[in-house]
């Protein structure tokens, strides 16, 4: 039990260390004006690397997009050129002129009166 | 706000309510864990009055968007720890509690040592010494 009672306190103790450490390191950097420029200077291109980043997904979300629409047209486009296939194929055929009737197509060798 | 603020606000809310939860709890009367603590000399009133404490100061931490402090987790991981030992020695604490607590004494010293960059900093002292 009291090696329970040990361990518990050195674990507290040096959790309570470390806070102190992180303490004075607060304020050793709060006092030094070369740390804190530069900490401002990396929160403002932290800032911007934030807004860039978000920049840089929506353009990637646009060109997703822009896939995913063309993907759509090209789909359409291939239903299109199908549907005009088979219209094409359902036309008539050109008639056969050498069995076609003479009503249309009057024989030159008889020759009314 | 950012991604990494509502996180850390999110945390302080558990951290509040985990602290309160448990500080609130620690009833007057012995248990095995508290009678661990109390074997430092510490009285339970008072260390109900630290859970409390840090857990709102936790909450502060988090909501002004400071950096995390090792002092205001130093009591959790004093009960986390005297719940375990009191757990090896037999005691009627379920095995899921303690994983519970170390679980989340685990995180929060990860917490800390990242913030606190003590590997960072002895390394520096180290190679500096080295090289000089």
Redesign the interface.
């Known amino acids: 039990?009291?090696?329970?009672?040990a361990?518990?306190?050195i674990?507290?103790?040096a959790?309570?260390?470390?806070?102190?450490?992180?303490?004075l390191?607060?304020y050793v950097q709060s006092t030094n004006k070369d740390y804190l420029a530069l900490r401002e200077k990396y929160e403002a291109l932290q800032a911007k690397n934030?807004a860039l980043e978000t920049n840089n997904l929506l353009w990637k979300n646009r060109a997703l997009s822009t896939e995913k629409s063309n993907r759509k047209l090209k789909n359409q486009l291939a239903q299109c050129s199908e549907t005009i296939q088979a219209a094409l194929n359902k036309t008539r055929p050109i008639p056969d002129l050498s069995q076609s009737n003479t009503d249309e197509f009057p024989d030159d060798t008889v020759v009314p009166e | 706000m950012?991604e990494t603020q509502v996180i850390k606000v999110v945390k302080g809310i558990i951290l509040f309510i985990t602290f309160w939860a448990m500080g609130l709890s620690i009833p007057d009367a012995n248990s095995i864990t508290l009678?661990?603590?109390q074997?430092?000399g510490i009285n339970p009133r008072l260390f109900q009055i630290l859970f409390l404490v840090s857990g709102s100061i936790n909450l502060f931490i988090a909501l002004r968007g400071y950096?995390w402090?090792?002092?205001?987790?130093?009591?959790w991981?004093?009960?986390s720890?005297?719940a375990?030992?009191?757990y090896?020695?037999n005691a009627n604490i379920p095995l899921i509690t303690v994983t519970a607590y170390l679980l989340l004494t685990t995180y929060l010293t990860i917490d800390?040592?990242q913030?606190?960059d003590?590997f960072e900093y002895i390394g520096k002292r180290l190679w500096n010494r080295e090289v000089l």
């Open positions: 039990m009291e090696q329970g009672s361990v518990a306190a674990a507290a103790m959790f309570v260390l470390v806070g102190v450490f992180q303490f390191r607060g934030v | 950012s009678s661990y603590i074997q430092l950096r402090n090792a002092i205001w987790f130093a009591v991981v004093m009960y720890v005297a375990l030992f009191a090896l020695n800390v040592l913030d606190a003590l």
